[in-house]
């Protein structure tokens, strides 16, 4: 039960780390196998600095308004802790004093970007270039956002850009192997993101990645080596517990896999996948009960995840919940009309439930059976 492989999260959360360009990404989908990896770490610890050098220069703002580049440097500061929407007035009040610098129009893609607007921010970051601003970060923004944007080729030829100002930039060599990764390339993908772990060994995302990816080519012999390598560095991250389940899955060890599922949501409950994964096994061995919450979560983020709302719909049957099931089972006759099976459910389903409820009134006399096809007519008959 795949789903399609994407790095908006892995973008998220190394961004975040790292404290590059900021921050989250608004893809959906790719290429290459179906399945795909899906958290921020919050700048807390990192914030006190910029966030202190922002308010020192408000009081050289109030002496010298129509200085611009006292506005540039606020916001540098402020969107470095995190104050993206102050950072974005303050570089536009720049801006507005002053349109020559080329870095001001660099500040202001970098606040777009981490206000998920890509468009504006790749507009801003060419005007950048057009003012002759130039650097290495500059084509990283660029082409992690057209990354974000499936605009694949774009993207590698930004990062290829940043590897040749700096080959060791191991940003650019992890965006890189998700620009493979997307595009079915699972040997330059895994490349890329061994470089880069190499120059990053600490980083726990890039071990996701590794592990993820492995793991969605159905080597998880190889994926669980990386996974297990990240939980000794950060034991509670969420993605690499589902990574480690998901090798145990793989590799035919359920009760394994649904312990570390179940830890994986504990430390976010927001990872749909576990609670998909999580479900499919429940249901597999048949624990109902078990299997019906961890659907039911992973409908809501996913409404059409392969074969969960099938599941869903028989667990609920399975215990006694016909109206409940007949619900999920008219939701799978909405997406696929022609399957009589399926109406036949929302037939069975509303009996049994009708007959649950002690409705006698217009309860069946016979055992439900699945409905007849029309008979088809013939000429000059009716």
């Known amino acids: 039960m795949n789903q399609k492989l994407s790095v908006q999260d892995g973008l998220r959360r190394i961004g975040k780390r790292y404290g590059w360009l900021a921050i989250g990404l608004l893809i959906t989908g790719c290429g290459g196998p179906t399945e795909r990896p899906d958290r921020m770490v919050p700048l807390a610890t990192v914030q006190s600095g910029p966030h202190i050098q922002a308010q020192e220069l408000d009081g050289a703002i109030t002496r ?5 580049s006292l506005y540039a440097r606020r916001a540098a500061f402020r969107l470095d802790a995190g104050q993206v929407e102050a950072a974005l007035q303050d570089i536009n009040q720049a801006l507005d004093l002053d349109d020559g610098p080329g870095e001001f129009y660099f500040t202001k893609a970098r606040a777009l970007r981490a206000q998920y607007h890509l468009t504006a921010a790749l507009e801003a970051a060419a005007d950048a270039a057009r003012h002759g601003f130039a650097s290495p970060e500059l084509n990283l923004l660029v082409g992690e956002a057209n990354l974000a944007t499936r605009h694949y080729q774009a993207a590698l030829d930004q990062l290829d850009r940043v590897l040749q100002q700096e080959p060791d930039h191991v940003a650019a060599l992890f ?9 079915g390339d699972t040997t330059q993908a895994v490349d890329y993101l061994r470089a880069s772990l190499l120059r990053d060994p600490r980083q726990s995302e890039i071990l996701h990645q590794l592990a993820f990816l492995l793991n969605a080519y159905h080597r998880p012999d190889q994926g669980a080596r990386y996974a ?9 991250y969420a993605p690499l517990l589902y990574d480690y389940a998901r ?14 599922y179940a830890q994986a949501l504990q430390q976010d409950s927001t990872l749909y996948r576990a609670d998909y994964h999580l479900g499919e096994l429940a249901y597999a061995q048949r624990r109902y009960p078990v299997a019906i919450p961890a659907l039911q979560r992973a409908l809501r983020r996913a409404p059409r995840l392969p074969e969960a709302r099938q ?6 049957e ?5 109206a409940e099931a007949q619900a999920q089972y008219r939701q799978l006759v909405a997406e696929n009309p022609s399957n009589r099976h399926w109406t036949y459910k929302v037939w069975k389903t509303g009996e049994r439930a009708r007959g649950f409820s002690g409705d006698t009134t217009t309860r069946s006399r016979v055992s439900a059976v699945a409905p007849l096809a029309p008979r088809p007519t013939t000429a000059g008959t009716e």
């Open 175 to 183: 965006y890189k192997g998700l620009a493979f990764a997307a595009t």
């Open 247 to 260: 090798q145990f899955e793989l590799q035919a060890a359920p009760d394994s896999a649904l312990r570390y």
């Open 311 to 316: 599941q869903l719909a028989e667990s609920l």
């Open 318 to 322: 399975n215990i006694g919940r016909y």
């Open 228 to 236: 297990a390598r990240g939980l000794q560095l950060d034991p509670n």
């Open 64 to 68: 010298q308004p129509g200085n611009a």
